[in-house]
């Protein structure tokens, strides 16, 4: 993990960050309402997370930034919402929560989402979802770099039959190839990769717990 990892921005300085940004508006907050809620969880550190049910991956995406360049979602994940999360990853049922303890998961690059996800279970960290991850680039835009970007696990499809999609969400930062199109060289990207498959340059996002506001 960089140095420019190692302290988020505090509470009350996320909460103004997503203020200034209009996300307390899609989270249908007045200002002073998201304020008051990160004022009150009294967490020294960790990060805001606006309840996905609240500002879905797909409205938030588009807030992330590198180099100048907006963010987005690949265009073969028109269903980005509808991933939800995995058996075992609990959400506050609060419009407002903290994560804390979080972690990229820099060691576990060039393991498979199948290969990380049990060992994260027995370290008892829980994975993020891919709305939580978007949150953190959000915050500390600093937590997407080439060669160090990061899957979102807590989050996967589930078919009509009850089986997971074999898609995993991830963040990473476009190269401008393919159906990017040139122009989104070096944006950040929400996409995907499949369960069973490696990547060196993707970790593993999670953390230690999230608390309810």
């Known amino acids: 993990m960089t140095a420019a990892l190692l302290a988020l921005p505090s509470i009350n300085d996320q909460a103004e960050r997503l203020i200034d940004l209009g996300l307390h508006r899609l989270g249908g907050f007045h200002a002073d309402e998201l304020r008051s809620a990160a004022a009150a969880s009294g967490a020294r550190d960790g990060l805001l997370v606006i309840h996905p049910e609240r500002v879905p991956a797909s409205a938030l995406v588009p807030f992330l930034r590198h180099r100048g360049k907006p963010g987005f979602v690949v265009e073969d994940m028109t269903d980005i919402d509808q991933f939800s999360p995995i058996e075992g990853v609990l959400v ?88 990017d ?33």
């Open 92 to 179: 506050p049922d609060a419009p407002v929560y903290v994560l804390e303890g979080l972690d990229r998961g820099d060691h576990m690059a060039n393991w498979s989402p199948d290969e990380a996800l049990p060992a994260l279970v027995e370290d008892d960290r829980t994975p993020l979802l891919l709305a939580e991850g978007v949150h953190w680039v959000i915050q500390q835009p600093a937590a997407l770099e080439r060669g160090h970007c990061f899957m979102t696990i807590g989050s996967r499809l589930r078919k009509a039959d009850g089986r997971l999609d074999a898609r995993t969400p991830a963040l990473w930062i476009s190269n401008g190839t393919g159906r």
């Open 181 to 213: 199109g040139r122009d989104r060289r070096d944006a950040p990207k929400a996409g995907w990769c499949w369960a069973g498959n490696r990547h060196t340059w993707l970790g593993f996002a999670s953390a230690a717990a999230r608390t309810a506001i």
